[in-house]
């Protein structure tokens, strides 16, 4: 890290001295944007792992599943009876059976059983009649129907601000299913994931652009069923992740990662169409958001901060810098996994840690089903599963 935020200095210096009188963070990202200034409300403010947010090593208990059979399944999705879903970063759907009381005795299918490409799928739900819901990074909102073998898109663009104009989806993350059958999603960023070195889209760069161009370019949308057409519910979020709809489907709660709290979003009553902040500040980045079998939420923390991020928004000059060098420098991740339960109200309840992922880390998403946690990621090749009964 020290050697990046170096390399940062020196080009930032070197461009200013080498093109006198030139603003050289007017000059365009890789991604073609330009840098903007960042909004000081949207400074990432760090919770400290202490008090309520004070680590522990619960998660440790956490069990492997499915370990060199899957790999990177950011989200994972339990059907009625008891079928797991998993879909690979390369697009690739594969399916476990058993019981989801005895978690520890599921098989997953050695073969594939539809292809969901291309793109990088993310986050995906199953309706009431098992048919999975999918957002594609490159697709969009796709679903597939249960027992196809084939996907149908449903959204990829949403109306512009002109007449007749069209705004593309560039980047769909995560979902939730209303009981009427319409999809709320989050499309995260402007900028979409490219194809990376290793053939796979690479989401983590798309991430760091968005959050070192600055802008917040994301955006809370809803299919409509009945119509097809799809509407912006919220714009001018920094990095929309995970979704989570409220049981009575009253309120969406949406985890904002680069600013590292949680929204709470109105669809019904007296505050239907406003936002305001669940949770103000978490001492990691949220990713993935679902809702618990006793109405709360449950959120994976996907990570530790990241001084890096926190310190660079407030330097323009340095996040121009940092953008043309992570394409050849990695992401400095703090590895560490943890899951976090708040009320709707944004009160929390729990919190289960690994702190230096020794038994699992980089957690994107968490699902409780009949007493156990399910969790996904974007890098591991397994699956972690806890039993909440021995987690105290």
């Excluded at 319409?182 to 290793?198: E, H, M, T, Y």
Aim: glycine content about 10%.
């Amino acid at each position: 890290m020290v050697r990046s935020l170096l390399l940062a200095f020196l080009l930032a210096a070197g461009s200013a001295i080498l093109i006198k009188g030139v603003d050289f963070t007017k000059l365009p990202l890789p991604c073609l944007l330009p840098i903007v200034d960042v909004d000081p409300a949207k400074y990432p403010v760090p919770a400290p792992w202490t008090g309520e947010f004070a680590k522990n090593t619960r998660l440790r208990r956490s069990k492997r599943l499915f370990e060199g059979q899957i790999k990177g399944s950011e989200s994972i999705a339990v059907s009625r009876n008891g079928t797991v879903y998993l879909l690979d970063g390369s697009g690739y759907l594969k399916v476990a059976h058993g019981s989801t009381r005895q978690p520890l005795d599921i098989t997953i299918d050695a073969q594939p059983q539809a292809y969901l490409g291309p793109g990088r799928p993310l986050g995906f739900h199953l309706d009431g009649d098992d048919d999975l819901y999918i957002c594609n990074s490159l697709l969009g909102l796709t679903r597939l129907p249960d027992g196809a073998r084939a996907q149908q898109l449903l959204a990829n663009s949403v109306p512009g601000a002109a007449p007749g104009s069209f705004s593309p989806i560039a980047y769909a993350d995560d979902l939730d299913i209303l009981l009427g059958g319409d999809v709320v999603f989050s499309d995260a960023s402007a900028i979409p994931p490219a194809l990376g070195r290793a053939g796979r889209y690479d989401t983590m760069r798309s991430y760091m652009l968005t959050v070192l161009q600055g802008a917040p370019s994301g955006r809370l949308l809803r299919w409509h069923a009945g119509s097809g057409e799809t509407s912006t519910l919220a714009d001018g979020l920094w990095f929309p992740n995970g979704v989570a709809l409220a049981a009575d489907g009253s309120f969406v709660v949406v985890a904002e990662t680069v600013t590292a709290r949680i929204l709470k979003h109105w669809l019904a009553g007296p505050k239907a169409g406003t936002t305001e902040i669940l949770v103000h500040s978490l001492p990691g980045y949220p990713d993935g958001v679902s809702r618990a079998p006793d109405g709360n939420f449950w959120v994976a923390l996907i990570t530790d901060h990241l001084p890096v991020i926190n310190w660079s928004v407030r330097l323009r000059s340095v996040r121009w810098a940092l953008a043309w060098l992570s394409h050849f420098l990695p992401v400095p991740i703090k590895h560490m996994g943890a899951a976090l339960k708040i009320s709707p109200e944004g009160k929390v309840l729990d919190l289960l840690v690994d702190p230096d992922a020794h038994v699992i880390g980089s957690i994107t998403s968490v699902v409780e089903r009949d007493g156990w946690l399910y969790m996904g990621s974007l890098t591991n090749d397994f699956i972690g599963v806890l039993d909440l009964s021995k987690a105290s």
